[in-house]
């Protein structure tokens, strides 16, 4: 099916840096969703944004929302090991078929 | 905190066998999702019920793949007969409705095809 370009595909980075990754899409997105996934276990939803420019904060982590609609990023600050996971985007068309499409995931390793 | 329940954690299987996977939604939530998730991919949607009706069932290899709800509450994937390739994390997830994307996932099932 359909997917979502999403990179970097991995990062090694190092404690205390920060970290950008991104996904883009040829369609317009209604919604784009941020979710966290610990190896053997279900993702965790961290951010959802709805409106076109909109910026959020959980806690390290920022997303925004991009003006095309076509867009999102994800930073996070102050990297700690326990961000350590894949990272994946997911978003809503906003066409007729409102269905989720998600990213392939950006793998995420931090050094202490 | 309200969480979606899964079950069995881990399931091993020979081939050609039937296996099912069961899904407690969070209460409330009138929209569930099963996905299926292979290692190194994101979650791809099986189907998606709105209370216990299907409304997305496209990607759900009918031929050997069931979903139901009965009573709109929680939910039985199966699979008969089960192949090799199936192998992957099986994923319930749910949300407050239809129009509202922000679906909460469980732990998953690991399911093994030997």
């Known amino acids: 099916g359909q997917q979502l370009n999403q990179s970097p595909q991995s990062m090694f980075i190092q404690e205390g840096e920060d970290v950008s990754m991104n996904c883009t899409s040829s369609?317009?997105?209604?919604?784009w969703l941020w979710y966290k996934q610990d190896p053997g276990e279900g993702p965790v939803l961290l951010i959802a944004?709805?409106?076109a420019g909109e910026l959020t904060s959980n806690g390290r982590l920022t997303a925004q929302f991009g003006i095309t609609r076509k867009d999102s990023f994800l930073n996070i600050s102050a990297s700690i090991p326990s961000d350590v996971g894949i990272y994946f985007c997911?978003?809503?068309?906003?066409?007729?078929?409102?269905?989720?499409?998600w990213g392939l995931g950006t793998s995420l390793a931090v050094n202490p | 905190e309200a969480e979606v329940a899964q079950s069995p954690r881990y399931k091993i299987t020979e081939k050609s066998q039937a296996v099912a996977f069961w899904c407690d939604p969070i209460?409330?939530?009138?929209?569930l999702y099963w996905y299926r998730q292979i290692l190194g991919q994101g979650p791809e949607l099986l189907v998606q019920?709105?209370?216990?009706?299907?409304?997305?069932d496209s990607q759900l290899p009918k031929d050997r793949f069931s979903a139901e709800r009965l009573k709109g509450v929680d939910s039985t994937l199966k699979i008969q007969p089960a192949e090799l390739g199936d192998s992957a994390m099986y994923l319930c997830?749910?949300?407050?409705?239809?129009?509202?994307?922000?679906?909460?996932f469980g732990q998953g099932t690991r399911l093994t095809v030997v």
């Open positions: 369609s317009i997105f209604n919604t």
């Open positions: 997911a978003g809503q068309w906003a066409g007729n078929n409102r269905k989720l499409i």
């Open positions: 019920f709105q209370d216990e009706s299907v409304v997305d």
């Open positions: 209460s409330g939530h009138a929209t």
């Open positions: 997830a749910s949300s407050p409705g239809q129009a509202n994307t922000e679906a909460f």
């Open positions: 944004l709805y409106k």
